[in-house]
């Protein structure tokens, strides 16, 4: 049974830069045809896809995030990190990580996600 589960910390300055590692077990995230994306939901508002590492090391972004984003892994430890530069108080939402096959974006498996708040 494949287990997601995001850490980080939970309150980000404005302009600095946003971390997230997505810790899996259960399960490889190199295994095939498995794509593990960051999803957001700001307060009062809907879910947003962000982006995504598959199996195969690809990234993808969301292309309203994609000069402020980045997403890599590190096989060793099963784990894949978000990284947002240039927050501002939009930013403050609640963060997911999500596994999906094939890159339908149908999620099977969500971690249980962070409050992240971006304030001075």
């Known amino acids: 049974q494949v287990q997601l589960q995001e850490s980080g910390p939970g309150l980000v300055k404005p302009s600095q830069t946003l971390s997230l590692t997505c810790t899996v077990s259960g399960g490889a995230i190199t295994t095939n045809k498995y794509y593990w994306s960051w999803i957001r939901q700001p307060p009062g508002k809907g879910l947003e896809w962000m982006g995504a590492?598959?199996?195969?090391?690809?990234?993808y972004y969301s292309p309203s995030l994609k000069s402020r984003t980045s997403i890599s892994r590190d096989t060793s430890k099963n784990q894949f990190t978000l990284q947002l530069t240039s927050v501002t108080p939009e930013d403050t939402a609640v963060y997911y990580c999500a596994r999906d096959h094939s890159n339908s974006l149908d999620f099977e498996v969500w971690g249980q996600g962070t409050q992240v708040t971006v304030s001075s």
């Open positions: 590492t598959a199996y195969s090391g690809r990234t």
